[in-house]
């Protein structure tokens, strides 16, 4: 089976070479910089999948 690889802009064979797949992901850890500005945001989930909110 063959699958679109946006890191490697190639089309690759599944299942992935897992020594690649570290390789790579391990050069996106060491680029990678942690944001400065961040807002936490919390949603109310309440009525969500299918159940109802409480009565009051």
Same mark, same amino acid.
């Given at each position: 089976?063959?699958?679109? %690889? $946006?890191? #490697?802009? @190639?089309?690759?064979? &599944?299942?992935?070479?897992? %020594? $690649?797949? #570290?390789? @790579?992901?391990?050069? &996106?850890?060491?680029?990678?910089?942690?944001?400065?500005?961040?807002?936490?945001?919390?949603?109310?989930?309440?009525?969500?999948?299918?159940?109802?909110?409480?009565?009051?």
């Amino acid at each position: 089976m063959c699958s679109s %690889d $946006l890191w #490697l802009k @190639k089309t690759v064979e &599944l299942p992935i070479d897992e %020594d $690649l797949f #570290l390789e @790579k992901l391990n050069a &996106l850890r060491a680029s990678s910089v942690k944001k400065e500005t961040v807002q936490e945001a919390t949603f109310d989930t309440a009525g969500s999948y299918g159940s109802q909110a409480p009565k009051l």
